[in-house]
């Protein structure tokens, strides 16, 4: 009756195992390293933005900025420059960032006072204030 059953060959399990726990593993880790990574290039453009401010270079930030004809170097200056709304920039830190439609909403913590959020636009990686 159990003539036809072959034997258990116990490597090959052991391999199957590990074979399918690895595989669980890489998708574990490719998820959450897509997770982590999916905005990083909108971050980095933020990031840039940031060290210029930082570098007190307000032409480099405003071109990095991309503005609208609406948004003049003036009105630049007057959001982001040495006397602006937020001062100068000393020091920040990024804080997270949410995929929203075509843009991500970037969070900056600048001069560890003042949180900020920023829209950066996916495609061309304009920055704006959020909607």
Request: aromatic share 16%; net charge positive.
């Amino acid at each position: 009756m159990f003539d036809n059953f072959k034997p258990i060959d116990l490597k090959a399990e052991r391999r199957r195992r590990l074979l399918i726990t690895a595989l669980v593993f890489f998708v574990l880790l490719s998820a959450y390293l897509y997770r982590q990574f999916r905005n990083y290039p909108e971050e980095r453009q933020a990031r840039r933005f940031f060290e210029a401010l930082q570098r007190q270079d307000y032409q480099g930030a405003y071109q990095i900025w991309q503005p609208t004809t609406s948004y003049q170097y003036k009105d630049f200056l007057e959001d982001w420059g040495d006397k602006g709304l937020e001062g100068p920039v000393n020091k920040f830190h990024l804080t997270g960032s949410n995929r929203r439609g075509t843009g991500v909403i970037v969070r900056v913590q600048v001069n560890d006072t003042k949180n900020i959020s920023l829209w950066v636009e996916r495609k061309d990686k304009s920055l704006t204030f959020p909607p």
